[in-house]
């Protein structure tokens, strides 16, 4: 069975820093795509990265550039995001996402087949 497990929300004041991270069980195939996700009340769920754990390549969303960092622990089959700077409108429900086969949108949260139950961040001004 596919799980994935968020963990490392909190709540932190304005240019703090956080660290999720996200362990995956139960895939067929080590070599997968992880992305994180986040959502805020009354606003869609936007990405934030991606990376593939089977190269290392990493992507990111402009808004996160420079303060962001998804890595990747091949022993422990874990994703994290290191999130420092933090803004008050990066404060959201964050989602870590997985899918061996290939995603045809990075971005789009409707390419990605497998998610965890998502980890609150909270950012005070």
């Known amino acids: 069975q596919v799980q994935l497990a968020e963990a490392g929300g909190g709540s932190v004041q304005a240019g703090g820093s956080l660290k999720l991270s996200c362990a995956a069980s139960g895939f067929p195939n080590r070599n997968k795509y992880v992305g994180w996700f986040r959502q805020a009340p009354g606003k869609e769920r936007e990405a934030v990265a991606a990376i593939f754990t089977g190269t290392g390549i990493r992507f990111y969303v402009d808004s996160v550039k420079g303060r962001f960092t998804i890595s990747h622990d091949v022993a422990k089959n874990t994703v994290y995001l290191q999130m420092n700077s933090l803004k008050p409108e990066d404060a959201a429900m964050y989602y870590c996402?997985?899918?061996?086969?290939?995603?045809?949108?990075?971005?789009?949260?409707?390419?990605?087949?497998?998610w965890g139950q998502g980890t609150q961040v909270t950012v005070s001004s």
């Open positions: 996402a997985a899918d061996w086969k290939g995603i045809n949108s990075l971005w789009d949260s409707a390419a990605w087949n497998y």
